[in-house]
C-alpha cells in the first residue's frame, strides 16, 4: 500500500503539501495512520505540471524522509498541479521505474492498492496492453499495467469509460485465473487540464481516499494532512471524483 | 536511534541472524519495539570477519528491508564474528560513511544512541583525535566521532580504560560547552576475537541492551530477536560487557 | 556494449580477477579498448557459487569504479566460479534489476551484445516465454529476455541446443519484424559446475571473446586482463566455448 | 578532476546547456577533453536561483549520463543564473554531500582541481574553518574545505579579498607541510547577483577555464560546449572573471 497526494489550484510551492502540514506526505511515509502500513519507505515520486507540454517527474528509490534533493526540489518548484507519492511495495522491487508516478505524453499516474495475485493475471493482462503503451512499460508493477490498460482502452478519448472497462478487464482476468485476493484501486489521473480520482475494490474495503475544496484549490489525498477532520471529506466507494480545472466538483458510481 | 546486534560463535550464515528470527534485525528495522522511533531505515551495515586480517564490510542508503543484495550476502556470507546494524540518523546525512559498522585495521565499531547536543561539542571532540584516526574519518556522525575517539584514546592497549576515557572525555566536554541533552552510548566494538558492548547514559536512560548465551554462541542486541524473552538478559546500565572467543562473558561498570 | 569475465578453477578472491590484474575488469569499466565505447558504467553485478545451492548475486547501479562495497566484496568473497559483468545500457534503464549477471535457479547468465531494433521484437519474444521464467523477468533488457528464452527452449536438458534454438528465434522474430539492426551476442552461462561461452552475431562482426588456460583455472573474458597478449585465445566468431569442471574445453559452431 | 558550466542572463531552461550542445555538460561527464581525465561519473549536481531567498539544489551520486530526473529537471526548471556540475573524484567517497554546487546561504560554489597532498593539510586548514561554517560542512571534500575557507575569510565583505586570501592560506599550509603536489583551482561562485569564476594553479597548469557573451547572456565552462572555437575566450593563468548581473565582464589578477 501507499499514500498519495494531488493538488489543483492556484499555484503553490511543492513543500506547502508534501512537508509543511501536520501530517504532511512525508510524515505519512514514516507514520500513515489509514494504511494497512504505516511505513512508506520504498521509494517517492513528484509529477507536476508547469508551462511545458508535458509533466516533470522526480522518482527516487530512497525514502521520502530521507532526501535532501526532495527537499529542495518542494521548496523551489511551484506548480497548480502536481501528484506526489510515497510507496510501500506490495512485491516488485524497489526502482525508479517502479515508483509512482507514471506519465505518458500529458498523462500522470499514480495508485494506491493491488491486483490480488498479480502474479497470476500479470501476463495476460499485459497482452492486452496496445503497442504503442507496452512500449513505454518500464517497470514491473501492477499499478504500471493499470495505467497501460487504461491508456489502451481509450483514456484520451473518455476517461470514465476506460476507468471503468479497466475495472472490468481486471476484475475478469482475475475471476478467470481464480484469483482470490481483492483488487484494490485507489487512484489518480490527470492529463493537466483536470484531476480524476478513484475509490474502488472488488471487495468492500477500497483504501482511503479523501478530498478538500477550498476557495482555491482542491487536494485529493489518500489520509487527510492536518486534523481538521470536517473539512475533509470522504470518496464514497466504487466511485470516481473528478475534479475540473475550474475546481468543479462531480462524483459518480466507477460501475 | 538505531538497532543492531553482534554474534560470536562457530560460524553461521548471517540471514540465521539478519533474517530468519521472528523479529529479527530486518523486522526491527520496519518495527523496532524498543526504541524511541520504530523505523530504523536510514542506511545499514553488515561487518564480518573471515581469515582475512582485516573485516568485511557492506554498507548501504537503502533500507534493509528493500535491498535484494543484503538477502543474498547474509544468505552466502558465513561469519563466526559478525555485526549488523539498521540506522535511524539524528541528524545526520544518509550515506555510505555515516552507516555503521565503521571500521579501523582489525576493528569494528557500531553504535545505537547520540551525543547531545552534537554541534555544540562536534568541532573540540574532533580536535582530540590522533591525526593518524583523523584521516580514517570519511563520515560526519557523532559515532564514528566516539570511534575515532576510542582509537586515540588507547583501544589498541587497554580497551576498557579507552571506553572509560572516551566517555569521561565526550561528557566532561558536553558540561564544558553547556550540552543540555544526554549523552546516550549502547555500542559494540570487536578487534576480531573478542567483542565487547557498552550500555551506558550520562541520564539514567541507557538504550536497551540484551545478550543471550547459547552452547555455541553469544549474540548481543538492542532487543531480543524472538519472544523467548526469559533466554535474554539485560545488560546493566553503564555497565559494559566482554564475551571472549571462548566465549566467556564478564560484565563490569564503565566508570 | 558492456564487459565480463568468468572463473572457473581452484577457490580464488573475487579481487584476484576484478580489481588485480592490469587491465582488471573494473580498469575495463573506465577504459575498455575493444568494445564500441570504452565506458562501461551503467551499474555492474557479481555472481559466485559457493556451497549454497544457489548462486550468489551482488548488482549495483553505481559504476563499479565508484563503489568501496564491491571492493570490500571481492576482497572477502572466494569462489570457484564466479562472473563479473559491467554495463553500457544500450537504452533501457539503469536499476539493479537491469544489471547482469542474471540469476534462475542455480544458473547464472551475462551478457554482452544486444538485439538489433529490439522494441519491434521484444514483445514477440517475450510471449514465447514459458510462464514459470516469463514470473521470473524482473527488469526489461534485451539480455534477460534472450535468458528466459533459453530457459524456455530447455536450457536444463540440452544447453547446446537451447542457444542455437534461441539464437534461431531470435534472428527470426528480427527478420519477420524487419529489424535492420544487428543481433550482437556474447555471453556466458554456468549451472554452477561448468561455464558455457557464447560468441555469435548475425552480421559479421561478433563482440570480442577470449579465454585463457593455466594449470588449475579458465578464464574467460570480454577483453584480456593483461598484456600477455600471446597467452590469450580468441573464441573463433559463431562459436561457443565449453569449460567442464575439470577444465577440459571444447569449441564448437552455434548453428 | 572534473568539469562544470555556469550561467547568467536571461532565464533559460537547465537542459538547453547541461544536454542540448554539441559538447554538452552530459557529454563531458563521458567525454571531456580538456581535463586529465575523460570520465566525470563520480556524481553530479545542479544550483539554481530563482525567486527564493537562497538557491535550489539537486546532487545525485550517479553518472549524469544516466539519471532520468536530471533530464526532467534540467526540461523544466528556469533560471537566469545556474551552475552544474559533473564530478571525477580525486580521492574522496562518492556521496551527495561529496558532489558539487555547494552552497551556503544565498552562495554557490563548485570547483574543479585539488588541493595537492590534501591529507597532509585537511586537518589544519579545517581548524581554521570558523565554528558557524564548520558546522555548515557536509562531506569531506578538499572542495567544500575551500568554500568554508572563503566563507571564513569574507566572503560576503570582499569576495576578491577572501579569494586572495584562500589562495594565500591553502598555498602557505600546504608548503608548511610539506605538499609536492600543485595546487590546482579553477572554480566558480555566485552569491545570486553575479558570477565570479577563478582560474589559478600554484604551478603553471591551472585547469582550463572559457567564457563566452551573448547578447543576453554570458557561460562560463571548463571547456567550450562546441566547436565554435573562436566564440570562447579563456581565462588567463591566476586570474578572475567578474560577470555583473547587467553582465559587465571584468578580469582581474588572483594574487
Redesign the interface.
Known sequence: MCRWLSYIGDPVYLEKLVFEPRHSLVEQS?HAEQAKT??N??GFGLG?Y?E?PTP????????A??D??LR??A???RSGLFFAHVRA?TGT?????NCHPFSNGQYLFMHNGQIGDY?LV??SLE?MIE?EF??G????TDSELIFCLMLTLGLQQDPHRAIRRTIEVVENEMKVRGATSPFRFTACLSNGKSVCAIRHASDDKPPSLYWRKRDDHVIVVSEPLDTESDSWKAVAPNHTLHVEGDLTISEEATL
Chains 1, 2, 3, 4 share one sequence.
Open positions: 514514516l504505516p511505513t519507505g520504498d507536476w508547469d511545458r516533470g517527474l522526480y522518482r527516487e528509490i530512497l525514502p524522509w530521507n535532501p534533493n529542495s526540489l521548496h523551489h518548484i511495495s522491487h524497489t526502482s525508479r521505474t502474479p500479470r501476463r497482452m503497442d507496452y512500449e512499460r518500464q517497470g514491473s
